[in-house]
């Protein structure tokens, strides 16, 4: 139990182009999903948290109005990340919380390769 | 804000020789330190998951301790193999449950 998807697991984009990227709980009811960006070698940083039917909340730093999040369901949410740049080539993580474990522990999806030319 | 290190960055051991891996935190007020495995190119699978008031952890090969006071957690795996080579991750929450990650530690265990 306790899975996360993502789709796709990579895709290629040309600069200025939006991109989105989807994330499913298929068998549990997520009542909220954080949204994850990992640079080579680097750790995980936290970008948004997004609850079931309100605004996401970003990091700081994050801008809103590029990585737009919607988070229309207890299974989906979704990442589009608008008018793609180079810089934003990365590996996009998401995870959900709510299932058995309770809302503290997330289940990290497999993550999304970006790569933006 | 809490900090999360993990030292070495690169650990390379022969088969068989047990690992131990570092994480340390700068806020001992945790609820609970997550251990994560990471293989190249892909997401993240939890390894072990404990709670403040443990000490530690095992879950086969694996076991991992708690020491709050001190700020650390420590990842044991006995009798290392190939397929354990890896990017192992420490994660511990935030009172609002967002995770602080460390940098991980990239694990290769030469046959």
């Known amino acids: 139990g306790a899975v996360v998807s993502q789709h796709p697991s990579r895709v290629i984009c040309k600069s200025g182009t939006s991109v989105k990227i989807e994330c499913r709980s298929l068998?549990?009811?997520?009542?909220?999903m954080f949204w994850y960006r990992q640079f080579p070698k680097q750790s995980l940083m936290l970008m948004a948290t997004?609850?079931?039917?309100?605004?996401?909340?970003?990091e700081q730093g994050v801008e809103k109005d590029k990585f737009l999040i919607n988070h229309a369901s207890l299974t989906l949410s979704t990442l589009t990340v608008t008018s793609a740049h180079p810089e934003d080539s990365s590996f996009y993580i998401c995870?959900?919380?709510?299932?058995?474990?309770?809302?503290?522990?997330?289940?990290f999806g497999p993550g999304t390769r970006l790569t933006v030319l | 804000k809490q900090e999360v290190t993990q030292i070495p960055a690169a650990l390379s051991v022969p088969e068989g020789e047990n690992l131990v891996l570092n994480c340390s935190f700068t806020?001992?007020?945790?609820?609970?330190l997550q251990w994560f495995r990471q293989d190249p190119g892909k997401g993240l699978t939890s390894l072990l998951l404990?709670?403040?008031?443990?000490r530690e952890q095992t879950s086969g090969r694996l076991n991992a301790s708690l020491d709050k006071s001190s700020g650390r957690s420590t990842l044991y795996i006995a009798a290392s193999q190939p397929g354990d080579s890896a990017t192992y991750l420490c994660?511990?929450?935030?009172?609002?449950?967002?995770?602080?990650f460390g940098a991980g530690t990239t694990v290769t265990v030469r046959a």
């Open positions: 995870s959900a919380s709510g299932g058995l474990g309770g809302t503290d522990t997330q289940y």
């Open positions: 068998d549990f009811q997520a009542t909220t």
């Open positions: 997004s609850n079931e039917g309100s605004k996401a909340t970003y």
């Open positions: 806020d001992s007020a945790i609820y609970n």
């Open positions: 404990i709670q403040s008031s443990q």
């Open positions: 994660a511990t929450p935030s009172n609002d449950y967002k995770l602080s």
